[in-house]
């Protein structure tokens, strides 16, 4: 519980100094002062207390040049933590065991299109599985993170419903999961665990204010203000897909009409490109015939884009977000619909607010969602009252 504004002063503390060796690997406590702003003092109490949980360990010294006295560089300790990632897609459930430093150890995956009960008995026979694999060490299994791509009540972990995946309507994952296994279990949105994946490891790195756009099936987008998810009131933000642009009288699957999504998604380039020209075909399909040079297939791609670049433009205007990350399926080996999508939203946006704006495409692909749940779970656990409650 957070007692009081001190409480809450010391766990931002720590989140800086974990963030600090996080990107830089190897920093002696001057350095984690100079670059968080905080005291010496306030340093060394905090890595007296990380040092305790084995979160970071001591890594000798290095050579002064001035030939002054050699400061102790600290590093995070890879194995004194492990979370585990959970993806839970339209197409299969995959979960990665990860260290501290955020390098996989086992990952699996089962392909397939789960229910809710079946899904339950994937995820727990995964963990278990990364438990044997952990031997003795498994107690410092720090949580589960889960990312499921549709509505979900953070706080609760209560999934409302997953628009593609039947039977996962008003589920209570975290508490279902957690009667069954040990660690604490925290599930979001796919969109905003992509936001938090890029900005740990990712092409976010460094940014402050940052907005994922995530496009398949449908699309949405995931925010990170000030480090921090934005979640909204309740089970979702960042619904860009069912923000009114109009150009289309296609009925949405919402139940309304004009939606992005009916213009932008992978589905609605499948249906578009149906009409242009009778056949169905997948998406992957159509860019490959756009890179074969097919106008028909052209003309649907840049569309998507134009309709796209629109929403992210109006995004820019609003949020002033320095990083805009495209990611999702849709824009793998289809460069002519990236360059599509950065012109048009840089041509929709206020100049004042684009400039500097990065636009670029995710790095971590289609494990962007499973990193940030990973996040998710440093973030959660490594804060002062989760280590009192470790002891
Ligand atoms: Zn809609």
Known sequence: MITGNYEVIKSVNISLVLDALRQHRELSRTDIARMTGLTTGTITNIVTKLLEHGFVKEKGSVR???????????????????????????????????????EPLVTLEKPGMFRYAQGLEIITEMVEKFQ?????????????????????????????????????????????????????????????????????????????QLIYILVNDGVGAGFVFNQQIYRGKGYSVGELGHVYFGGSEEICRCGKTGCLETVASGKAMETKYRRLTGETITVEEIKQRL???????????????????????????????DSIILGGRVFRHNQEFIDAVKEAALKYALPVMSQGVSIGVSKLKEDSSIFGAVALVFQSVLQPYSLYALK
């Open 132 to 208: 044997q694999s952990l031997g003795r060490a498994h107690e410092k299994m720090l949580g589960i993170g889960v990312s499921v791509p549709g509505w979900v009540d953070f706080t609760m972990g209560k999934i409302h419903n997953l628009p593609n995946l039947p039977g996962w309507e008003n589920v209570y994952l975290k508490n279902d999961l957690e009667m069954i296994l040990k660690p604490p279990v925290f599930v979001d949105n796919d969109a905003n665990l992509s936001a938090q994946g890029e900005l740990w490891f990712g092409q976010g790195k460094g940014f402050g």
């Open 291 to 321: 890179l074969a040079g097919e106008e028909q297939a052209r003309q649907v791609v840049l569309q998507a884009a134009d309709a796209l670049g629109r929403g992210i433009g109006a995004l820019i205007n609003l949020f002033g977000p």
């Open 64 to 102: 002064s040049s001035s030939g002054g006295r050699k400061p102790t560089l600290l590093e995070l300790h890879a194995e004194g933590g492990y979370a585990v990632g959970i993806e839970i897609r339209t197409t299969a459930i995959k979960a990665s065991l990860v260290n501290l430093l955020a």
